[in-house]
């Protein structure tokens, strides 16, 4: 008599449920891989964007800030060049100052040719009834006033009258009495006369040097 191995009611069911139950699993469990997955990546993107955008802004605040530098420091060096410029042109007036004053000097500081323009000015200026006060350096005072007492003509030995005039270094300055003008003909007004006529050629000269 054979034996038969009757199955197990329900058993074909119970492995198909198993069967489905795996591959419902897998296929849930795939899809939530698949979906962190996709996830990460779009976070990943985002991150990357992110730190490229802020590199990005990184990179053209250190141009613009290299900008303002460059800017900055062309702007330093033009006006360092114009100041140096500036200060060169006046530190040569000043010596060309220096030189036409010295020049000034040397015949305004002679008593004997300050006697001699007084007389011309004076024969030139006086007349019988006028009178003229020259202001002259203390220095040359004495030697002035015995200059003109020693000429032989009494319009310049009574008319002219040497005063000392401690503001004077060097020259005169020459008023006919009763009358508003003074010629002032002393060592600074000299010089700042023939400063005024020759600077602007000077300037002239260093412009185009």
Same mark, same amino acid.
């Given at each position: 008599m054979s034996t038969n191995n009757p199955s197990i009611p329900g058993e074909t069911g119970v492995s198909e449920l198993i069967d489905r139950l795996k591959s419902e699993g897998v296929a849930e469990g795939q899809q939530q891989a698949d979906a962190i997955l996709s996830a990460a990546k779009d976070e990943a993107a985002a991150i990357v964007e992110a730190a490229q955008a802020e590199a990005e802004k990184i990179e053209a605040t250190a141009r613009d800030e290299a900008e303002r530098t460059r800017t900055n420091g062309t702007q330093a060096l033009k006006l360092a060049s114009r100041d140096a410029a500036i200060q060169l042109r006046e530190q040569?007036?000043?010596?060309?100052?220096?030189?036409?004053?010295?020049?000034? %000097? =040397?015949?305004?500081?002679?008593?004997?040719?300050?006697?001699?323009?007084?007389?011309d000015m004076a024969s %030139? @200026?006086?007349t019988d009834a006028s009178r003229i006060d020259v202001s002259v350096a203390e220095q040359?005072? @004495?030697?002035? %006033? =015995?200059?003109? =007492?020693? =000429?032989? @003509?009494e319009m310049l030995r009574d008319g002219v009258?040497? #005063?000392? %005039? #401690?503001?004077?270094?060097?020259?005169? #300055?020459?008023?006919?009495d009763g009358s508003n003008v003074e010629i002032n003909f002393t060592d600074e007004a000299v010089t700042a006369a023939t400063m005024r006529l020759l600077a602007p050629k000077f300037r002239q000269l260093i412009a185009r040097s």
């Open positions: 040569l007036e000043q010596e060309f100052h220096g030189w036409i004053s010295r020049i000034v %000097d =040397q015949p305004l500081s002679d008593p004997e040719f300050l006697g001699q323009l007084i007389r %030139d @200026a006086a040359h005072a @004495a030697a002035l %006033d =015995q200059f003109t =007492q020693s =000429q032989t @003509a009258e040497i #005063r000392a %005039d #401690r503001s004077i270094e060097n020259g005169f #300055r020459f008023k006919v």
